[in-house]
C-alpha cells in the first residue's frame, strides 16, 4: 500500500482522535526556546542498518555511508539503541521525543511496531509528549517526514500541527528521496525526518548479512548519496545543513530477527554527522564525556553513557539553535558535540 498524503476524511478522523491529546499550552521550557537559526537539519535513519555491512561492502559497495560516517563526517557504527526493545516504531519514536520506551518511567510508551494501533504518542503515554516537530514549529521553523513505512503516520497523528509535510511511499525508498530532493530544491524544510526502509525489509524476508541483504545497503547507500549530492549542489544548503545519521536496530547475521534487545548485532548501531561546520572526527573522541562502551550495553545508571540514536531530537534542535524537547532525557542538555 502506498501513501503520499493522507485522505482528507482519514486525517480529520485523526486529527479529531488526537485532539485531547495534543500539546498544549507553552510551559516554561518553551518559554525558554529560542528562534530557529538559518540551518537546515536532516535526520535518517537507515531501518535495520547492521554496522558489519559497512565493513563487508567497504568503501567501493558503500561509498556514500563511509563517507558520511567514517571519511568526512563526525561518526561511530559503535553507538546504543534504545535499552528497552530493538524494534523500529519505538526506536523511531525515541528519536523524535528524546524520551526512553516505558511510559511508568517517563518515556513515551510506544510499544507496538505497526500501523494497527491508532492511539497517539500521548494516549500512549498517558500524559503530553512534546518532539523535535513541535519545539522547531514553536521557534518559527517548518518540518517534514519522508518514510517508507505506514506505520509513521503515528508522527503526524501525534502532531498534527507540528509536521508540514508527511510523505509516505511504502516500501519505496527511492520514491521518497525523489521527494525529499525535489523540496530540498525548492523548499527545504527546517527539520526533516527521512526513514529508509530497505535493508529491513530484505533482512526480514532473506536474512541479515545474506547477499540479498547487501544489496539493500548498497542501494540505500546510493539514495544517502544522492541526497549529499543534493545538499552540495544547492547553494542555499551548501553552507547551512547538517545531516545526522543512526539506526533503529541492526539485525542478527543469518537470522530474520533483531528483537532481541541484549543481543549486540541488534543494539549497536551508527550515529553520525556531515555537513556544515562538522570536522572528520571519531564521534567518541569528539564526545570525551560519553563512554565508548566496547562490546557492553550499558544501562540508564551508567555515567557516562554511550552515544545512543535517542539523541536525534535534541542535538538537531542544539543545531538549529533551538532548546531541548521539554521532558526529554537523551542529550537533554544538548552536550552532544557534532564540530
Known amino acids: 500500500m502506498t ?3 493522507r485522505p482528507a476524511v482519514v486525517l480529520a478522523a485523526a486529527l479529531a482522535a488526537s485532539f485531547l491529546a495534543a500539546p498544549g499550552p507553552a510551559t516554561a521550557d518553551r518559554a525558554d526556546t529560542a528562534r530557529v537559526n538559518e540551518k537546515h ?3 535518517i535513519s537507515v531501518d535495520g542498518l547492521n554496522p558489519r555491512a559497512l565493513n563487508r561492502l567497504g568503501r567501493a559497495g558503500a561509498p556514500n555511508l563511509n563517507r ?3 571519511d568526512e563526517g563526525a561518526g561511530t557504527v559503535n553507538a546504543r539503541t534504545q535499552l528497552e526493545m530493538t524494534l523500529t516504531l519505538p526506536n523511531h519514536t525515541s528519536m523524535v521525543t528524546g524520551r526512553r520506551i516505558k511510559a511508568s518511567k517517563g518515556g513515551h510508551g510506544v510499544t507496538w511496531n505497526d500501523d494497527t494501533v491508532t492511539k497517539t504518542v500521548q494516549q500512549a503515554a498517558g500524559h503530553e509528549v ?4 513541535t519545539q522547531v514549529h514553536e521557534a518559527g521553523g ?3 517526514v519522508y518514510a517508507t513505512k505506514s506505520k509513521f503516520w503515528l508522527f503526524e497523528r501525534s502532531w498534527p500541527k507540528a509536521v508540514d509535510k508527511n510523505v509516505i511511499q511504502v516500501e519505496k525508498n527511492a520514491a521518497v528521496v525523489k521527494a525529499l530532493r525535489s523540496d530540498l530544491a525548492s523548499d527545504p524544510a527546517t527539520f526533516s525526518f527521512v526513514h529508509l526502509g530497505r535493508p529491513d525489509q ?3 524476508r532473506d536474512g541479515w548479512m545474506t547477499p540479498t541483504y547487501l544489496k539493500a545497503v548498497a542501494q ?5 548519496g544522492s541526497i549529499m549530492a543534493q545538499v552540495e549542489s544547492t547553494p542555499s544548503l551548501r553552507n547551512n545543513t547538517v545531516i545526522v545519521l543512526t539506526s533503529d536496530h541492526g539485525g542478527i547475521p543469518g537470522t530474520r530477527n533483531h528483537g532481541i534487545r541484549t543481543n549486540r548485532e541488534d543494539y549497536r548501531v551508527a550515529f553520525a554527522f556531515w555537513g556544515a561546520g562538522v570536522p572528520h572526527a571519531d564521534l567518541y573522541a569528539l564526545n570525551p564525556d560519553r563512554a565508548k562502551p566496547g562490546r557492553t550495553r550499558p544501562g540508564f545508571g551508567a555515567s557516562p553513557q554511550p552515544i545512543r540514536n535517542g539523541e536525534i531530537a535534541n542535538v538537531s534542535l542544539d543545531i538549529l539553535g533551538i532548546g531541548p524537547v521539554p521532558d526529554s532525557l537523551w542529550d537533554r542538555d544538548q552536550d552532544l558535540a557534532w564540530k
Open 142 to 144: 517548518t518540518t517534514a
Open 220 to 224: 540505500v547507500d546510493k539514495l544517502v
Open 41 to 43: 537539519v536532516i535526520a
Open 3 to 5: 501513501h503520499l498524503r
Open 202 to 204: 530484505i533482512g526480514h
Open 68 to 70: 558520511l560516517i567514517r
Open 130 to 133: 512534546d518532539s523535535v516537530f
